[in-house]
């Protein structure tokens, strides 16, 4: 097996263009808009806060992310093929899940983060210094390249006998584990029960969190300081929303829903959307943010 064929978005050549030229769009305005965040906090000395600090790491996933998919859907709009290597393939499911991983990681540290910040504003300096801060982001750089390495072997140890049709404009491990021989693909199975395992456990830490943060929010008596304390928050839990929503309609959905179209547009929605609205989401109703960007 020396190439996987990818689900197409069209068949005729005027709806593969507005396809290229959709997703061009949208890829640049991740870019641009990532970018901006990365460079206001890299310039900005007033940004060099933990929470800043966390953002600044979710973009850098969000363009790796998007960029781990769309480009290669982009030109293979434009060239008229859906072919894709073998090995382009196993580095696409590698990088995706790798970059996924700690992203939802990095969105948990900063639950985290928000927690200290407004539930424990006296020990924050210490608890969430510049060094714990770097081993936090450095921890959930190496869960996310552990969980993405071992899902990629482990799914490309599997015999594949099935064609080599992965019905999804990207490779995605699911659709890859329907070309495989008889039960081989158990073993995989296994591992994504450990991973959502983990995964539960990270949302129930999120969910957690944020059931403390709007206790001790309720609580404050003046309305400016529950407005600068949503403001802090909110943004935060739009991203982890819009994350785990779209992630969680697209791997549990019930089979009597599937259907290759719909597959298409639920994978946009959580590979390729997020990454170009995060920078909206957490540039609207940030006064410090939009400062620096206007600098």
Not at 153 to 169: D, K, M, R, Y
Request: glycine letters at 4%.
């Amino acid at each position: 097996l020396n190439e996987f064929l990818l689900q197409a978005f069209a068949d005729t050549r005027q709806l593969q263009l507005l396809h290229f030229w959709l997703f061009l769009g949208i890829y640049l305005a991740a870019l641009l808009g990532n970018g901006l965040i990365i460079t206001a906090v890299a310039c900005n000395h007033r940004l060099h806060t933990p929470m800043y600090f966390f953002l600044l790491n979710l973009s850098l996933l969000d363009l790796g992310t998007i960029s781990t998919t769309v480009p290669k859907s982009m030109a293979n709009s434009l060239s008229n093929t859906r072919a894709i290597s073998y090995w382009e393939c196993a580095a696409q499911v590698f990088y995706f899940y790798f970059l996924v991983s700690t992203e939802y990681c990095v969105l948990t540290v900063m639950a985290y983060d928000r927690y200290v910040a407004i539930c424990k504003p006296l020990h924050y300096g210490t608890t969430m210094s510049s060094r714990a801060c770097v081993k936090m982001a450095a921890a959930a750089w190496a869960s996310g390249f552990l969980h993405g390495l071992l899902h990629t072997a482990n799914t490309f140890s599997i015999p594949l006998c099935q064609g080599n049709v992965v019905e999804q404009f990207f490779c995605e491990i699911p659709h890859i584990l329907k070309l495989s021989c008889s039960d081989a693909y158990l073993r995989e199975l296994g591992l994504v029960v450990v991973s959502a395992c983990l995964a539960f456990g990270c949302f129930v830490f999120i969910l957690l969190s944020y059931v403390q943060i709007f206790t001790v929010v309720l609580r404050i008596p003046s309305e400016q300081g529950r407005h600068k304390a949503f403001s802090m928050c909110l943004p935060h839990l739009a991203v982890v929303s819009l994350f785990i929503s779209t992630a969680m309609f697209a791997y549990l959905k019930p089979l009597s829903l599937s259907s290759p179209a719909l597959d298409l547009v639920v994978a946009v929605l959580y590979a390729v959307v997020p990454p170009a609205v995060n920078p909206l989401i957490y540039s609207m109703r940030n006064k410090e943010l939009k400062d620096a960007l206007k600098k």
